[in-house]
């Protein structure tokens, strides 16, 4: 009897993985075509959310209304495992979703409302996307310009820390090994401070100038 139940919950939850599945695929054909260009970790993380959603409602009508929404997020989880990701792994990206998925008003984030509410057929995830498309802070262009910037830091510093080692190297010959190295931990330092702060400035001119815009 223990044994039957337990092949029964397994059933269920392959039942809502693969329809999950068959809801995300229709889905992405629409997203795809709209050629959105949002950050990648954005992207990822509302369609999960959206997923959420979907999984809720699969399990509100399918028995379990009151542990539908944790067990939607254990079945992520699970969904997550089978696609090739590592448990630890999986466990933190569930742990982070169920964070973002209340807002500070404690209701549920747009993605997980909309997925929960979505229909077979709809445009529900495109709706989700179309709502932050403006949004200069999950942008594409806003990423790559920090993956760039990440690079120029890692980069420039290294090669601003040797060229401060090279100029007391050659201009000052008497200096000790600790002051050299001292003086080129020092120049690669100062280096990605003020690129830090000028990809900040640019980043807080960029988002007041599109909040402006919105508003």
């Known amino acids: 009897m223990e044994e039957s139940m337990v092949d029964q919950e397994v059933d269920v939850v392959d039942n809502c993985i693969q329809h999950a599945k068959e809801r ?17 970790q954005f992207k990822e993380m509302t369609i999960q959310l959206y997923l959420v959603g979907v999984m809720w409602r699969y399990y509100e009508t399918h028995g379990s209304p009151e542990t539908a929404r944790d067990k939607a997020f254990e079945t992520l ?10 448990p630890k792994r999986a466990q933190t990206q569930v742990d982070f979703l169920k964070k973002m998925a209340k807002l500070e008003d404690d209701d549920d984030a747009l993605a997980i409302a909309i997925g929960h509410e979505s229909e077979a057929g ?36 290294l090669l601003m820390g040797f060229v401060g080692v090279w100029f007391v190297t050659i201009f000052m010959p008497e200096s000790s090994d600790i002051f050299i190295l001292a003086f080129g931990l020092l120049t690669a330092f100062l280096f990605v401070v003020s690129v830090s702060l000028i990809g900040l400035l640019i980043y807080r001119i960029r988002f007041r100038k599109s909040k402006g815009s919105s508003a």
Not at 26 to 38: I, L, P, R
Not at 77 to 85: K, Q, S, W
């Open 77 to 86: 989880g699970t969904m997550m495992i089978r696609d090739g990701i590592k």
């Open 24 to 40: 995300l695929n229709e889905q992405m054909t629409q997203v795809k075509s709209k050629n959105y260009d949002f950050a990648p």
């Open 122 to 157: 709809d445009e529900s995830l495109v709706d989700i996307f179309d709502h932050y498309i403006d949004e200069v802070r999950v942008s594409g262009a806003l990423w790559r310009h920090y993956d760039f910037g990440k690079k120029i830091i890692l980069f420039g510093g």
